[in-house]
């Protein structure tokens, strides 16, 4: 089967996430996804990068 050249993003069970959202490229669906899931910066001067949510989206190329 032949593949678009845009990529869409899925979560770890394979469902299609953020359907509005289709992408000219790999690297602009992980830009959407860490502006969706922006490093947060504690009052401790430590931060949380979000890596347990990102871990549960992939970035793959969409069928046609």
Do not use: R
């Not at 979560?11 to 289709?22: G, K």
Request: hydrophobic share 30%; proline share 2%; with cysteine.
């Amino acid at each position: 089967m032949k593949k678009s050249d845009k990529f869409i993003i899925v979560d770890e069970f394979d469902n299609h996430c953020f359907s509005a959202h289709e992408f000219d490229s790999y690297e602009d669906g992980w830009e959407f996804l860490y502006v969706k899931f922006p490093v947060l910066y504690n009052s401790d001067g430590t931060q949380d990068d979000q890596e347990g949510e990102l871990d549960s989206y992939f970035v793959i190329e969409k069928d046609k």
